[in-house]
């Protein structure tokens, strides 16, 4: 099966859109390259406070200005800044081609849990032959974003050892890449045959736990955007709905499915609310609060509310191509009434056409 064909040799639209929005990032990364644009506005508060909310202190925490937490200093940025200070992409500009190429993989890697419930909420089959692609794209990114990250180390193992070592969420991250490299490495039709279709499935499930490693990844270094906790949103509605599948029409009823993006929505600001709350000593409720007013843009909790809703909506899709009755076959393309007869008997050959 050729990148733009499926598996009979037909060339695919389908595939085509698929590998090109999945080069879109990489092309962007090398016209940066290519430009020198690699720069970016350093963060405008201490490292470790969600946007908008650097301008007071946090009840029971530390001052918003004081760049610490209740478990010490703030975290440094993705994987550091110079002098552990907030120098982000201005500081080292490698530093922004490392973080792109983290947060696709990362987005990617939840964009392939999501092709199973909409293949089935749309009724459509072959998305499915998306899903390769877009794991093997979460590899190649995150490959690029482990590479990147050696490139600015100076390749010196020693160093990235005691980075890794020293730093929680780069150890976490480095598990959840390796996860992807198991799952890319058997993803070819040979390695089911191999491995057996039971334990090929159960081995590819840990895309679950390898998903929930990243989002640990992202969430440990209290330096997180909107994009950011809008997939770990996505990620517990795709959980959601690998729960409701248990139960085969749950997972296509459009109550079942509006009540999982009111819980997922939900799920997204109180976790997004405990988590700075715990890591960097901002009120929980002035976060909480945040949901409820426009100033800081449009929330996490409401992004997915609206993904979950609009999930609902397509079973609605998927229903009517599931009812819709099948198309009848061409008058040119049934027998006549003179094939469907046997010539020895004269009598009529049992046939669907006849019942």
Known sequence: MGLLHDRTGRFSPLLTLTLVGLCLPAAWLAFRAAHGDFSGAAPAGPPGLPPGFADGPGIGGPAAGSGSTPFGPAAAPRFGAPDGGPGGDSARPIYAAIHLTG????????????ITPFRRLLHWPRLVLTRRRIGLAALAYGLGHLGLYALDQEFVVSKIASEIAL?????????????????????????????????????????????????????????????????WGLFLWAMGWRWLQRDGERAVSLAWLAGLAVAAALAT??????????????????????????????????????????AAASSLIGARRRGAPRPRAAAQDRPSRKERMVPETGRFRFCKSLR
């Open 103 to 114: 947060d696709w993989a990362f987005r990617f890697l939840i964009l392939s849990l999501m």
């Open 167 to 231: 730093r929680i969420y780069l150890a976490i991250g480095l598990v959840a890449l390796l996860g992807l490299i198991a799952l890319g490495a058997t993803s070819w039709d040979g390695a089911v045959k191999r491995m057996g279709a039971q334990n090929w499935s159960r081995l590819h499930r840990l895309a679950y736990l390898i998903a929930g490693l990243a989002t640990l990844h992202f969430f440990m270094q209290t330096k997180l955007d909107v994009s950011e906790t809008l997939m």
């Open 269 to 310: 600001a109180l976790s997004e609310a405990i988590w700075y709350g715990l890591a960097t000593g901002v009120d929980p409720l002035r976060v909480l609060k945040a949901n409820f007013t426009t100033v800081l843009g449009l929330r996490p909790c409401w992004l997915v509310l609206i993904f979950g809703l609009v």
